[in-house]
């Protein structure tokens, strides 16, 4: 039996936009304790940055009180927050790390 088109009423194509997943901001936050060198060691291992890089973003955290790390999807952004404090406290420092919404 042959197919027989039908004729349909064509739909008006809207253009299903769907925003990308909002960004938090990764932050150190700067405390009297925790050794300048261990903030660097993290900044390498935690956020792929160089030791030059590093060693920057640790002075900008010493004098500015805080600094971003990077800017990361939700999920992304809270995995590096819970592995950096408890590489933070297995190595007894009290660093602090947060997330804000972009």
Same mark, same amino acid.
């Given at each position: 039996?042959?197919?027989?088109?039908e +004729?349909s009423? $064509?739909?008006?194509?809207?253009?299903s936009?769907?925003?990308?997943p909002?960004?938090?901001?990764?932050m150190?936050l700067n405390d !009297?304790?925790?050794?300048? +060198?261990? $903030?660097? $060691?993290?900044? +390498?291992?935690?956020f792929?940055k160089?030791?030059?890089?590093?060693?920057?973003?640790?002075?900008?955290?010493?004098?500015e009180?805080m600094?971003v790390?990077g $800017?990361?999807?939700? !999920?992304?952004?809270?995995?590096?927050? !819970?592995r950096?404090?408890?590489?933070?406290? +297995?190595?007894?420092?009290?660093l602090?790390?947060?997330?804000?919404e972009n």
């Open positions: 039996m042959p197919y027989k088109h +004729e009423a $064509v739909l008006d194509s809207q253009e936009r769907i925003k990308p909002p960004l938090y901001k990764v150190l !009297d304790y925790t050794p300048m +060198e261990f $903030v660097v $060691v993290v900044l +390498e291992q935690f792929g160089s030791r030059e890089q590093a060693t920057q973003l640790m002075l900008i955290v010493h004098r009180g600094a790390c $800017v990361y999807p939700r !999920d992304l952004a809270e995995t590096k927050v !819970d950096v404090i408890a590489f933070a406290r +297995e190595h007894h420092h009290p602090q790390c947060v997330i804000e």
